[in-house]
């Protein structure tokens, strides 16, 4: 038996002003979410990673582009140009230009993030885009608590987010191997990944079914941008590639 991941890796827009986030746009009045669990069309992430390491963009590795998604997370949820500098190396000015390049790329995040910190400080809780809430527990008086809860409010409807998608496009995916009769079952999700045993003979059959469960969740969730899979496959969780 093969172990085959199914990863929720990107959601992918032609324009966050118009889609806003996949997920808050469609299913909330939030309109940025998307873009913070997101690879856009144009890749933001690749986008930073060259001018972190002033190379072309076809150029960028893939542990490139993973430095540049922590940083472009970090700078969603408050991270400053000093921080950046000392991760990065990168000169006070330079990281003061990529994170006015990055919030003036996505106006709709600044709105956001305001809106979503005011709004757990004062009611002390945030709504998921499928109608969770998540406490914000702190002092109001302790100006490292409230910085903390100003940050967690922007960190739980995103982080949630993957989960909860990931988990619908699992009922999916489960009724339709039933229909298929195909010998796969789902072990277990891990946040964003959908872990599957899958018979060597049927992973080519497995995956179009995959992304037909992935499909189905966009249109049920009517979403105004496409979800996007990508898959790895071995003895374990370990050899997968």
């Not at 806003?20 to 069309?41: D, K, N, P, R």
């Not at 950046?84 to 709105?111: H, Q, W, Y």
């Not at 998921?128 to 940050?151: L, W």
């Amino acid at each position: 038996m093969l172990g085959g991941v199914l990863r929720i890796c990107s959601l992918e827009i032609s324009s966050l002003s118009q889609s806003g986030e996949t997920s808050m746009s469609s299913i909330s009045s939030y309109c940025f979410l998307a873009s913070l669990y997101l690879s856009l069309v144009w890749d933001i992430h690749i986008n930073i990673a060259s001018l972190l390491n002033n190379i072309p963009e076809p150029e960028v590795t893939t542990d490139q582009r993973y430095q540049a998604k922590e940083i472009c997370f970090g700078l969603i949820y408050g991270m400053g140009v000093t921080a950046m500098s000392n991760r990065t190396g990168l000169s006070i000015e330079e990281c003061t230009r990529i994170k006015n390049d990055f919030f003036s790329t996505f106006p709709e995040a600044t709105v956001w993030i305001k809106q979503v910190q005011d709004f757990g400080l004062k009611y002390k809780f945030v709504l998921t885009p499928f109608g969770r809430t998540i406490p914000i527990v702190y002092n109001p008086n302790d100006k490292e608590q409230i910085s903390s809860a100003m940050r967690h409010a922007v960190n739980y409807p995103i982080q949630s987010t993957g989960g909860d998608l990931t988990n619908i496009t699992g009922v999916y995916l489960s009724k339709l191997l039933k229909e298929a009769g195909l010998d796969a079952k789902i072990c277990l999700n891990v946040h964003d990944s959908l872990i599957s045993e899958v018979k060597d003979e049927d992973i080519a059959k497995f995956k179009p079914i995959a992304l037909q469960a992935i499909q189905m969740v966009s249109d049920r969730l009517k979403f105004r941008a496409y979800l996007q899979a990508s898959f790895s496959v071995g003895k374990n969780l370990g050899e997968q590639q």
